[in-house]
T-cell receptor, first 116, second 114 residues
Framework: AQSVAQPEDQVNVAEGNPLTVKCTYS??????LFWYVQYPNRGLQFLLKYITGDNLVKGSYGFEAEFNKSQTSFHLKKPSALVSDSALYFC??????????????FGAGTQVVVTP | NAGVTQTPKFQVLKTGQSMTLQCAQD?????MSWYRQDPGMGLRLIHY???????DQGEVPNGYNVSRSTTEDFPLRLLSAAPSQTSVYFC?????????????FGPGTRLTVT
């Protein structure tokens, strides 16, 4: 079975400092990994994805993520956080086992709080 | 494109009542899904569909029905509402089951069952 873990319920960071949101995964076969962001009272917005190729993936709003196969991790990063980055972040993996039809499995989410 | 739309935005039901949450997309996406979001639980998959006439259960299907008669619409039916179904419900769609495609989410429906 595929699974995703986000070990931190909340990450606090000062504006201008680097931001990292952690995600680890467990899959059979090649991983297909995604990051989403949810602002208050809104739906989820797609940030970036790793399918294959370069281990550093760049996405929307200045975010990037580093895929590490040996550590089975896909951490989200931003070099300089903004107050407006305060939101709930979800990591997800797409289940590509034979009978899954490509179901998405989401982590529990990490609340990011950026203070001025 | 309107993307993924959901109606209603808010709903209050009494225990035992039934209702249908509407979801529509105008992107000609094959794959559609319903999630519920509860505090500390992330998103849990209720039902999903890979095309008109094809649906399957997700992680938490009990108490919910779906059907997919058209590519555009994927309604979620609550058969007999229970307080445990109080949640925020999100509909999402994706181009297809090809692994590289991400999902697009609707704005959500906040349901309270009293």
């Amino acid at each position: 079975a595929q699974s995703v873990a986000q070990p931190e319920d909340q990450v606090n960071v000062a504006e201008g400092n680097p931001l990292t949101v952690k995600c680890t995964y467990s899959v059979s076969g090649n991983p297909y990994l995604f990051w989403y962001v949810q602002y208050p009272n809104r739906g989820l917005q797609f940030l970036l994805k790793y399918i294959t190729g370069d281990n550093l993936v760049k996405g929307s709003y200045g975010f990037e993520a580093e895929f590490n196969k040996s550590q089975t991790s896909f951490h989200l990063k931003k070099p300089s956080a903004l107050v407006s980055d305060s939101a709930l972040y979800f990591c997800a993996v797409r289940d590509m086992t034979t009978d899954s039809w490509g179901k998405f499995q989401f982590g529990a989410g990490t609340q990011v709080v950026v203070t001025p | 494109n309107a993307g993924v739309t959901q109606t209603p935005k808010f709903q209050v039901l009494k225990t035992g009542q039934s209702m249908t949450l509407q979801c529509a997309q105008d992107m000609n996406h094959e794959y559609m899904s319903w999630y519920r979001q509860d505090p500390g639980m992330g998103l849990r998959l209720i039902h999903y569909s890979v095309g008109a006439g094809i649906t399957d259960q997700g992680e938490v299907p009990n108490g919910y029905n779906v059907s997919r008669s058209t590519t555009e619409d994927f309604p979620l039916r609550l058969l007999s509402a229970a307080p445990s179904q109080t949640s925020v419900y999100f509909c999402a769609s994706s181009v297809g089951t090809v692994r590289s495609y991400e999902q697009y989410f609707g704005p959500g429906t906040r349901l309270t069952v009293t």
